[in-house]
Every structure is written in C-alpha cells, then in structure tokens.
C-alpha cells in the first residue's frame, strides 16, 4: 500500500533539467530588460494576438515570437514540453470544432479557424516562457505593485509571486508520487485507481504545504509592502516598450 511515509522514503530519481520553464540567470537582452517593459510586450502581445486572426498576422506574430525566444535564450522545444498539457488541449479543440452533428459531419473551416485560435495561444504561451525564464519572482511581484497602486497591487504582487514560488514545488511532489507508485508497480494498476491515488496525496501534499508556507510567513512577520528590488528603465527597454506601443496599437486597426 502507498502511504505518505512510503513516498517519503522513496528516493528520487534524478530528473530532466527541462521539466519546467523557471527562472535562470542569465545575461540575455531579456534578462537586462525592466519586468515592467517584458509585462508590456506580453500584453501588447497578447492584444495583437486575439485581434488579427488572418494568415499573414499569424506569420508576422511568429517572427516576433521566435525573437523574443531567442532574446531570452528558450528554446521552442523546450517550451513545448514545459506546456506540454496545454498541447492537448490546443489540439484537440480543432477536431471537436470541425465535427458537426449532421452532414457533412466535417466541417473544415470551423476547424481551421479553431487551429488558428490555437496557434495564437500557444505563441502567447512562448512570450510567456520567455518571460518566466527571464524574470526574478521578485521583480516581477515589483513590477505589479508598482504600476497597480494601492492593496489591489499588492495583493495581486503576493498571488503572482506565491504562484510562482508554490507550483514548481507541487510539480515536485506529483512526480516523487508517481516515481514511488512506480518504483511499487503501481504503473501496474488501473488508469482510474492511478489517478485517484495521485490526486489524492497530491491534495494531502498541497494542504500540508500550504499549512507550513501560512506558518513560514507568519515566522518572518510576513509584510503587505516589503523593501522591493528598485527598478529602473535603461536605454535597451525604450525600443521594447515602443514594440508594445506598436503591438497594443495595431490591435486596435
């Protein structure tokens, strides 16, 4: 039987280093860019992305998204497994868009149109990986409560950041589970009694990380407005933050 004593018992074994897109440091024109210009980028991005949908905006929003990978040194590939799940998804919503109920049963243009919208979320997601890889938890968390004003800024500055810091860590703990399952055969058993296993320590896990992260802020007398990195624009992000200006304007013609 699995138990949580057994699992922490299990040793880990040694996994890829491209399990997930996380902060490394670096010395990219990414990395030197203000958070404040990168989060600009991603929203005119984003803007630009849902609102032109034909061929040759596609191909436009491909070329920029390919350089950003590269100004913050991602590789697709590398963004791909990291957003792995997400594919699923992306691929699947084309052929239940293209299905109907009746004749012609097919209907290719739905489905063309659904895999556009698909392609558009998944540059959105590279944008996002390059800043993920690019960016420190703490300026980003910075970068919000500078620009949002007030408790709305800071409260949305502690999610972002917590978010950060807490899912590579419940990441961690999915994986040591399936890893003890299978070092016990449990790869054996049934995909249903798998699943209900993994999700079952997986949701003990969280909740006992959870009680130790309330109980670690409370011990460092956790502050609404602590002494954040300083941030300041230099001469590389004036052009990127003309290309958001560009980018959330162009959503607009």
Sequence with gaps: MITERSIARTPVRPQLPTTMLTYAPDDTLAHRLDPRSKLAVQIGF????LAHTGPRALVALTAVAGAILVAARVSPLEALYAYRYALVFLAIAPVLAALTLG?????LEDGIVSAR???RVLLILFVSAAY???TPVRASRAAIQRTIPGKPGQLLGIGVALVFRFLPVLRADLRTIRDAMAARLGDERGAVDRAGT??????TRAFERADRLALAMQARCFA?????????FSRVDYPVLALAAFLALSALL
């Design 103 to 107: 004749s012609p049963w097919i209907d």
């Design 224 to 232: 609404w407005n602590p002494t954040l990195p300083a941030l300041a």
């Design 117 to 119: 919208a698909s392609y």
């Design 132 to 134: 993920v890889r690019s």
């Design 198 to 203: 993994i999700g079952v320590l997986g949701l």
């Design 46 to 49: 984003a803007a630009t992305a």
